[in-house]
């Protein structure tokens, strides 16, 4: 992947920096919060080289890149005010005002995502230690097993103290204070005074419970104090503000944890431990069944990060989290699917992006990829993953398994789950979850790119006609960097005089959308087109075009696609020139025969050269 290519292409495509109030990034996904959904380039972003898909969720616009996504954002902190490793973490301010559930969901993302390798790695470990342990590999007696114990286990232990740092930038609270706060939680007297009867705050009894791995307390008083230090900074004069309004959040905050906030959150985390536990106990392959099923489905629309706080508070009253065993098959069975994918595809493409997906799926659990660029276009695919991990996550829960450790369900994450429940059910349950789903695709099967185009000569040389009156100049006249350096594909470019587009060959309406400045076509043998009227014209909101086509329509070389105003364009300020590009260049990765000068709609613009004519040559 070009990082800075993608970066550009991406910026531009959502509208600009100025349309974009936040930017953030997870394990696979950049996650916009945009101003206007209007600006954004719904058609040109998905076409860019590097991303797998896109995705709007949780108030968020979400380009999934995979496992390049921390270099895109570095670029895209390079040519903006926007990303970088200081600021992927989004202020409260910047969060969508959509619903509680999105907000909430915002929230828990912005806080525990630049946690998250930390958290998993040390989970890793710890897993890694405890199956050592379990296997008699290594004496728990011994001071090495000390050392490691607290490699693995520290950063989980102080988990406030972290939570601490990212919910004070979410909330625009001081982090110093906020540690402070959090120091105070965990202070080695505080945690000593876990469980010792009557304890009292001048005269008030204390329920004394522990913070230690606590998630709830923390994000709460870090809310509280963000609200605080707005107060005091506007209420206390400027020579004294700045100390004594650590000094009182401290006095008051950590009081207040101890004698309401730690207790009921207790009750709370309890209870939620509490839910959890019953439902695995009493019907633990139907609670499997649920998570083992709906757990991609809940990925794919980023609700997951709802049920991380159940995963830390299961953790923290039971040292065990029944609920992430089952998301092993869920994990897994993708993995699955697009092997079998892998395997039964005659495609070279889609075996060139399986291939790294399985990988991906099976070792780092990070699935991604698979269902955006695999499973989940191919349909059958990803229904196979889901019955895979409906039934082994119900046959892992059925035999009492649970994760000792938080770490993300994959192969290497494996050891965390052999210290609790029935191994040979755990087993079991996993081969179940990837047997099924790579049987039924390789077997059952799914609607091949290939099958469904038998009768057309796959990566053949396309002829494009112009589908537009006017001036054809060369793609690097094109007064915009994204589309003249090539970014988004190659192609010609059209200064039409006439405000009318047509189709340059059949096709089916990729994309059309309500603001008529872009449309995406594709051709029978696979062949992707993107017609660009002007230059930054998604900012007039579809003022001056009219579309005369909707998507999935099917159209015919020289059909009517669209109508537009090039003197009411112009007049407000914007350039007509038109970007003519293939979008996917690994089938298409030159044109030849480009026409310069004046053009007829219907002429020959260029010829789209394939892959295996190019290999012949």
Known sequence: MDYPKTAA??????????????????????????????????????????????????????????????????????????????????????????????????????IFTPL?????????????????????????????????????????????????????????ASQFTSLAIAGALVYPSIVALNGVPDITFFGIPVTMVSYVSSVIPIIVVVWLQSHGERFLYAALPSAIRRFVTPMIMVLVLVPLVFLVIGPLSNVISTGLAGGIGWVFSVVPWLGGAIMGGLWQVFVIFGLHWGIVPLMTAELQSTGLVYILAPLFAAVLAQAAAVAGVWVRTKNKDLKSLAAPA??????????????????????????????????????????????????????????????????????????????????????VGFTDPVEEAAAVASNTDLQVLSPLDGTAVAL????????????????????????????PFDAVVAAAFPTGHAIGLQHADGAELLIHVGIDTVKLGGKHFTLKVEKGQRVAAGDLLLEFDIPAITAAGYDVTTPVIITNPKKYPTIDSPTVGPVAHGDALFLAIAEEELALA
């Open 476 to 503: 690097t006249e094109v007064p915009d960097a994204v589309f003249a350096g090539g970014a988004l594909g190659a192609g010609v470019a059209i200064i039409p005089r006439v405000g009318a587009l047509y189709a």
């Open 358 to 443: 399985t990988l991906s799926g099976f070792l780092a659990g990070v699935t991604e990829p698979a269902i955006y660029g695999v499973n989940l276009p191919l349909k059958r695919p990803f229904v196979y993953g889901i019955v895979g991990g409906v039934l082994g996550g119900a046959l892992i829960s059925a035999g009492g398994v649970a994760a000792n450790a938080f770490v993300l369900p994959s192969g290497l994450g494996l050891p965390a789950l052999f210290s609790e429940g029935n191994i040979v059910m755990l087993f079991l349950g996993l081969a179940v979850a990837i047997v099924v789903p790579f049987l039924l695709t390789v077997i």
């Open 9 to 110: 292409a991406v910026l531009k495509g959502v509208g600009g920096e100025d349309n974009v109030s936040s930017l953030v990034h997870c394990a696979t996904r950049l996650r916009f919060v945009i101003k206007d959904d209007a600006k954004v380039d719904k058609a040109a972003v998905k076409a860019t080289a590097g991303v797998i898909a896109t995705a709007e969720a949780g108030g968020q616009y979400q380009v999934v890149i995979g496992n390049e996504v921390p270099e895109v954002f570095e670029e895209i902190a390079k040519i903006s005010k926007l990303g970088g490793a200081a600021s992927n973490e989004k202020s409260a301010s910047d969060g969508p005002k959509g619903n509680l559930l999105n907000r909430f969901i915002a929230m828990i993302s912005a």
């Open 116 to 172: 998250l390798w930390a958290l998993a790695g040390t989970g890793l470990l710890k897993a890694f230690l405890a199956a050592a342990a379990t296997f008699g590999w290594i004496d728990t007696a011994t001071t090495t097993y000390a050392i490691l114990n607290a490699l693995s286990d520290s950063f989980i232990n102080f988990l406030p103290l972290a939570i601490a740092i990212t919910a004070a930038k979410y909330f625009n």
